[in-house]
């Protein structure tokens, strides 16, 4: 590890997931779970038709705080995570950015040197300011021992979103634009990392206490340009964090690269690497807890389907990662079937009180 590991601790009188990112294994691991603010929770969705839009759920303070707290009411979790989204960033750059109830996002498209130019790139921080309003509050709000994340969307992630027009599952337009298009594509990325190192200081200086950078769509990427558009500007979003805020852990999240994830580790400046599901548990306490906190891995589908198969997938990834620097996280958001009474099973499991 970057920092020395003690004999595993408890910690009761500390944030748990704080000193697990520092380096520190916890004979209890710290849990929180992707999209635990979401809507498999009855009262997110009661607070949810209180906004006329999702971006204006994520832009009123007063429910954005709301959404944050909601799961640490209800279950024992040790970090909340801010409730925004990572497509705050194109609309705060001036992409027309929607939600379709049943579709999910909609951008105009841009795929032209022209378009990028056009981007706003002054002043993002003061339109994105109702988001740190909303740090602010869920910061007051939370209990004592439990940690507040911030978060944005690495560069690529983003990048497809604006260039796609939506989700995508094959990412054809933004892949070959990077072949075809190579100064479009160096240009936007670049004016998506200043932005999101930007974004992810200014949620620190908030109250956030911990980051990450969510690359959904990392695995779109070929081996051959992964580097360059995925791992370079996580880098440099990280080292920015840490030289503005030097004890703040940043968390990555390249979903689906595979063995890429040790590239990812390896990086100085990153505390915490998160897994995906299809992640050998076994594998990344091996090639991954020597260099960085490993946080994961369990399939959403069996936190919804619960009983048997969820304890017995908890107890595997317990039994590979719990003697290292471990968080205990899904391999992606929790779906909106999921009952919240598996949600609760679940930490009792990792708490070892149920």
Known sequence: MR????????????????????????????????????????????????????????????????????????????????????????????????????????????????????????????????????????????????????????????????????????????RKLAYDAPDMMEKLIGILTRAVADHLIAQVRAGAEAVQIFDSWAGALPATLRGHYSLRPITEIASRVRAACPDVPTIAFPRGVGTGYADYAAVPTISGVSIDQGVDASWAATALQGSAAVQGNLDPLVLAAGGRAMEDSIDGILSALGGGPFVFNLGHGIVPETPPEHVAALIARVKGTG
Not at 40 to 55: N, Q
Not at 107 to 120: F, G, K, N, Q, Y
């Open 3 to 174: 920092s020395s590991q003690s004999q595993p601790s408890s910690m009761p009188s500390v944030k748990t997931l704080l000193a697990v990112l520092s380096g520190i294994p916890a004979t209890v691991p710290p849990v929180w779970l992707m999209r635990q603010a979401g809507r498999y929770l009855p009262e997110y969705r009661a607070l949810r038709k209180r906004a006329d839009s999702f971006l204006d759920f994520c832009y009123t303070p007063e429910l954005a705080v709301e959404a944050t707290l909601q799961p640490i009411r209800r279950f024992h979790l040790d970090a909340a995570i801010v409730f925004s989204d990572i497509l705050v960033i194109p609309d705060a750059l001036g992409q027309r950015v929607r939600f379709e109830d049943g579709v999910g996002p909609r951008l105009d498209p841009i795929s032209t040197m022209e378009e990028v130019a056009r981007l706003r790139e002054t002043g993002v921080a003061e339109r994105l300011e109702p988001v740190y309003d909303t740090v602010s509050g869920a910061r007051e709000g939370l209990p004592d021992g439990v940690a507040l994340i911030g978060f944005a969307g690495a560069p690529w992630t983003i990048a497809t979103y604006m260039v796609e027009g939506g989700t995508s599952r094959g990412h054809e337009r933004i």
